[in-house]
């Protein structure tokens, strides 16, 4: 995503692109391998932010695509993960 913004929150990175020609918003998630070498732990995060994103998707407009990158070394539970992707939303569709 070279022409996508960047935002942040403590725990995520969010990057996007918006005008993706579709009727709705495609999302990608990733949890690093350096920051956590076991894969349970990186599927549960993943699983985290994906169910946290699917919760809240009316939040923003269709025609968007998503990157959201966890970059925490501490696993947070699932409230935190859904307030953050929820205010990583809200600040994206505000723009």
């Known amino acids: 995503m070279d022409k996508g913004r960047w935002d942040y929150t403590s725990h995520l990175r969010c990057c996007y692109v ?3 020609g579709l009727e709705f918003n495609r999302i990608m998630v990733s949890v690093p391998k350096r920051l956590y070498k076991r894969a349970v732990k990186r599927n549960l995060l993943k699983r985290r932010m994906r169910e946290a994103y699917r919760l809240q998707k009316e939040l923003l407009p269709a025609g968007f695509d998503l990157m959201f990158v966890y970059n ?4 947070c539970d699932f409230a935190a993960v859904r307030g953050e992707v929820a ?5 994206i569709a505000g723009r």
């Open 18 to 20: 918006a005008g993706n």
């Open 72 to 75: 925490s070394a501490e696993i």
């Open 87 to 91: 205010e990583l939303l809200a600040r």
